[in-house]
């Protein structure tokens, strides 16, 4: 019988197992990023992908564990999308279409949701540690990801060497994160294209005249 290992806990899973642990943490993951964690219930979950209380729980243990299973999903989902948009980016004029591109998605829903990660980390940074842990570092892969565009910049000659890449890209995760927040609480993307837009034109001041 073919088996998969269980990306938490490293428990064998058959095919069947893996597929419905995997409709469990989507279901999961879809009605947490609209109605927020503390909004969602297990009963919620279980209506949504349409399983079992007894295979809810021989996957997880209680909400926490799903939680946790949900941050490694949505982190997973954003990092590749980052991945695509800035592992190759090595220009200015690269920067600014995926600043359009993030906003423009969020303007699908008028800013409504926010980052799917920032929501995560409002709600449970503060009680569950090891879920704060894994969201710290999805952020940091995140602004990784930010940095080497820089570094990639200052070799081309349009950022000085002397810039600190950290800074700025802690700078402008910053400034995307904050503009997030902003949009949600507006349900208007235009303080996330505002915040954006000033920490790249003060990366682009950088670059001389």
């Known amino acids: ?11 064998r899973l058959t095919v069947r197992g893996a597929r419905t642990r995997a409709r469990i943490v989507a279901a999961a993951a879809d009605l947490m990023y609209g109605q ?17 209380k007894s295979q809810l729980y021989h996957h997880f243990e ?4 799903l939680v946790r299973a949900v941050v490694d999903l949505v982190g997973e989902r954003v990092i590749e999308r980052e991945r695509a948009a800035l592992g190759h980016l090595s220009t200015l004029r690269g920067l600014r279409r995926w600043r359009d591109a993030l906003v423009r998605n969020n303007a699908l829903r008028h800013g409504a949701y926010g980052c799917a990660l ?23 892969e995140w602004q990784t990801l930010l940095a080497g565009v820089l570094r990639r910049l200052q070799d081309g000659g349009e ?24 949009a949600q609480t507006a349900h208007d993307v235009t303080p996330m ?14 670059s001389g005249p």
């Not at 505002?194 to 950088?206: K, N, P, V």
């Open 62 to 65: 209680g909400k926490d564990a």
């Open 36 to 52: 927020g964690v503390g909004g969602t219930t297990l009963d919620d979950v279980l209506a949504a992908s349409g399983v079992s």
């Open 193 to 206: 294209a505002t915040s954006i837009d000033m920490a790249l034109a003060h990366i682009e001041s950088l």
């Open 159 to 182: 950022l000085p060497a002397e810039a600190s890449v950290e800074r700025l890209a802690t700078g402008l995760m910053g400034a995307l994160q904050g503009g997030y927040l902003l």
């Open 118 to 140: 920032g929501a995560l980390a409002t709600e449970v940074s503060d009680h569950d540690d090891l879920a704060r842990k894994a969201l710290s570092d999805l952020f940091s």
């Open 1 to 11: 019988m073919t088996t998969t290992a269980d990306p938490q806990d490293g428990r």
